[in-house]
C-alpha cells in the first residue's frame, strides 16, 4: 500500500508502470522508466520495432549512463529508425532498421541505404550494411569501402563474401 502512495505522490501513471518493459523498471529508476518506457511506447505507434530501443536503454543502464542522457539517445535513435524506414521501406525488419539507423546516425546518407536495398531487391541489406560499417570503423575510406559493398550487392553474392571483406582488416588490405 506504502508502494501506491509512493507512486501517486510522485505523479506517475500506474498505468504506465504495468506496461512498460519488465527489463527497463528494473534497471532504471520509476520516473526515467516510465519516461523512457513513454518513448518506446511512441516509436511502436508508429509502427518502429521497440526491441532495438529496449536494448539501448539496458546498454545504457549497464554503462551506468544517467537515464536523462539515454533518454536523449533513444531519441535520436528513433529518430533515425524512422528515417531508415522511409528509406528502405515498410517491410524492413527491426535488424534492418536498426542498422540501418545506425548508419545514419554515422553519416551514411539515406541515398545510399536506398541504394542498397536496390540493389539487393528483398534481400535483407544487414550484412553487407554491417560490412560496410566494419570496413568504415576499420579506418578505410567511405568511397572505397561502400565500392567494395556495392560491387557484391550488385552481383547479389551471398553473406558470407561480404563477411569475408572484414576479418583481420586493415586499411592496407583492401584494395583502392
Do not use: C
Not at 544517467?66 to 539517445?73: D, E, H, K, S, Y
Request: glycine share 8%.
Amino acid at each position: 500500500m506504502h508502494r501506491l502512495y509512493v507512486f501517486l505522490l510522485l505523479g506517475i501513471p500506474l498505468l504506465s508502470l504495468e506496461a512498460q518493459d519488465a527489463r527497463i523498471a528494473a534497471r532504471f529508476p520509476p520516473v526515467e522508466a516510465v519516461a523512457i518506457s513513454s518513448l518506446v511506447d511512441s516509436a511502436a505507434t508508429d509502427g518502429l520495432p521497440r526491441e532495438p530501443l529496449v536494448l539501448r536503454a539496458l546498454e545504457g543502464a549497464a554503462k551506468g549512463i544517467p537515464g536523462p542522457q539515454v533518454r536523449a539517445v533513444l531519441a535520436r535513435f528513433r529518430e533515425a529508425m524512422g528515417r531508415a524506414r522511409d528509406a528502405l521501406g515498410k517491410t524492413s525488419d527491426a535488424t534492418e532498421l536498426s542498422t540501418a539507423a545506425s548508419a545514419l546516425l554515422v553519416g551514411v546518407p539515406a541515398s545510399q541505404l536506398s541504394e542498397l536495398r536496390s540493389m539487393l531487391g528483398r534481400r535483407t541489406i544487414t550484412v553487407p550494411l554491417g560490412t560496410y560499417l566494419d570496413l568504415m570503423a576499420k579506418g578505410i575510406p567511405p568511397e572505397t569501402a561502400w565500392g567494395q559493398v556495392a560491387v557484391l550487392a550488385r552481383k547479389h553474392a551471398p553473406d558470407n563474401e561480404f563477411t569475408r571483406l572484414t576479418p583481420g582488416l586493415s586499411p592496407k588490405s583492401v584494395p583502392r
